[in-house]
């Protein structure tokens, strides 16, 4: 079956623009994830919706980013103002319910130029 | 969270056993150790969890010592796509069970 699909998988963009990522997870899955990997670096925490409510934002790194899901199913992350900072692999991931397994994505690759 | 520590890499002959340790000794008694591996460039994939019994699937078995301080994963034969980065993670079922990943175990199977 259908995994977790990203696009695009790739991203370039020059200093100052702003970017949409974006994030289809697993269909039914109630619980989705954001987060950020360095170069090098384990996944750090972004961002979690359970269904359309964004329970928890503690871990987006500033008010340039912004993450939604509007109809609890497809999410997008923004990202304003993009800075050279912000270039990382965008993880997504989607868990059928609370607390259980997590399904990733392939991951979007920012480059910031 | 609870916080993990691992070996920054280990090496594995192919077709031996894997044993990958990892230390969890502020765990409490709620907290979920999960194992996932993130092979290069591909997102991190589940591996297998436990709350303090072992645990086996078809990809790997879970030991958890009985204090729960420290567990290991076993691959018990592994292969050269086994090459990844291991993580070990502690999980509470708030907040929907989000991961805080570490650095994790950088594991080269070699032929």
């Known amino acids: 079956g259908a995994g977790v699909s990203q696009s695009p998988r790739y991203k370039v963009a020059k200093r100052g623009q702003d970017v949409a990522l974006r994030c289809d997870p697993i269909?039914?899955?109630?619980?989705l994830f954001w987060y950020q990997q360095a170069l090098g670096q384990g996944p750090e925490f972004l961002t979690y919706f359970q269904n359309e409510a964004q329970l928890d934002k503690s871990g987006l790194p500033s008010d340039r980013f912004f993450a939604e899901r509007p109809e609890g199913s497809v999410s997008t992350l923004k990202i304003q103002r993009t800075q050279q900072e912000d270039s990382a692999v965008y993880l997504c991931?989607?868990?059928?319910?609370?607390?259980?397994?997590?399904?990733f994505g392939p991951g979007t690759r920012l480059t910031v130029l | 969270d609870a916080k993990t520590t691992q070996p920054p890499s280990m090496d594995c002959a192919e077709g031996r056993a894997a044993n990958l340790p990892c230390n969890h000794s502020?765990?409490?008694?709620?907290?979920?150790v999960y194992w996932y591996r993130q092979i290069h460039s591909q997102g991190p994939q589940y591996i297998i969890h436990?709350?303090?019994n072992n645990e086996t699937n078809e990809m790997a078995s879970l030991i958890i010592t009985e204090d729960r301080k420290s567990s290991t994963l076993i691959l018990p034969h592994a292969t050269l796509r086994d090459t990844a980065v291991y993580y070990c993670i502690v999980v509470i079922y708030n907040q929907g069970g989000k991961l805080i990943f570490g650095q994790g175990t950088e594991l080269s199977v070699k032929p």
């Open positions: 991931a989607s868990s059928p319910r609370t607390g259980w397994k997590k399904f």
């Open positions: 269909s039914g899955h109630v619980s």
């Open positions: 502020t765990i409490s008694g709620n907290e979920y």
């Open positions: 436990g709350l303090k």
